[in-house]
């Protein structure tokens, strides 16, 4: 999964961020403190939040980002996951997930001073 997130961020210039465990109350509320909360909402930035015991994904996106990686494409990206993860394969989900909105941003180049933050992070 860090490759594929390594990988997205090259291609791209967006910084992406797994969150991946359990959500607090709304899945999507919690996405989005988890967003505010490592500083992904200041920078060019997606985080995914996947929730496997609530059964669950969230895709957040910055506002910078919005332009790049429109909603239809966050729900695409949600639809290939789901897919995998009903098989049992949650790694290869979050991989065609990050795949998909990589491809759909396009190529980019990451803004000066964008410090790498963590690829993957646990949820809670």
Known sequence: MAEA???AEAITGLQFC????PAEGDARAHAEAL????GLH?????????????RRVEVVTAPAVRGRV?????????ADMTKHFAGGD???GIVAGV???AAVAGPGVAGAGDGELPDIMGGG
């Open 5 to 7: 997130v390594d990988a």
């Open 90 to 92: 949650l790694a290869g």
């Open 42 to 54: 200041l920078r060019p930035a997606v985080l995914l939040l996947v929730a496997p015991e609530q």
């Open 18 to 21: 797994v969150c991946l465990g």
């Open 35 to 38: 967003f505010v909360q490592a």
């Open 99 to 101: 795949g998909r909105l």
């Open 70 to 78: 429109p909603d239809a494409a966050c729900a695409d990206a949600v």
